[in-house]
């Protein structure tokens, strides 16, 4: 460990790159697919009629269990499909997929669309299960 710290003091314009680059790589990281929100947090929004939810999930995913009230527009088909909100563009919309990787892109895509309050769930339908939040199959 000692070494760790000489090799920190002899060489340290390497080291504050390699922490000045770090640090820019996990900002840009962190705002590449917009903002996320917690389970709990889109409990709250759905519960007081500010949030609809899109699931972007393939059918059969979606058919095994959804949010209650989601919409689903599988990532492939959001583009071409996302006319579909026009009727919730001044309410928060919440995509979801299986476990939080591909919702970024689903977020840009709506972005580009015009659509401003779009959020990511964290973690995704897995994490909204895995906090014994309600998921139907009907």
Do not use: C, T
């Not at 820019?24 to 519960?47: D, M, P, T, W, Y």
């Not at 990532?75 to 919730?88: G, H, T, V, Y």
């Not at 709506?110 to 990511?120: D, F, I």
């Amino acid at each position: 460990m000692e070494r760790v710290f000489e090799f920190a003091v002899n060489h340290y314009i390497l080291v504050s790159l390699f922490v000045a680059f770090l640090l820019a790589i996990l900002v840009l990281e962190s705002r590449r697919g917009g903002k996320k929100i917690s389970a709990q947090g889109a409990v709250n929004l759905i519960n007081r009629d500010e949030a609809v939810v899109v699931d972007i999930r393939d059918r059969k995913d979606f058919n095994e269990g959804r949010i209650i009230g989601s919409i689903n527009i599988p990532l492939n088909s959001i583009k071409s499909r996302a006319s579909e909100l026009k009727k919730f563009k001044d309410k928060q919309i919440i995509v979801a997929d299986k476990m939080g990787q591909h919702s970024a892109m689903a977020v840009k895509q709506l972005n580009a669309e015009g659509y401003a309050n779009v959020v990511r769930l964290n973690g995704g339908v897995a994490d909204w299960k895995g906090s014994n939040l309600p998921l139907v199959k009907k």
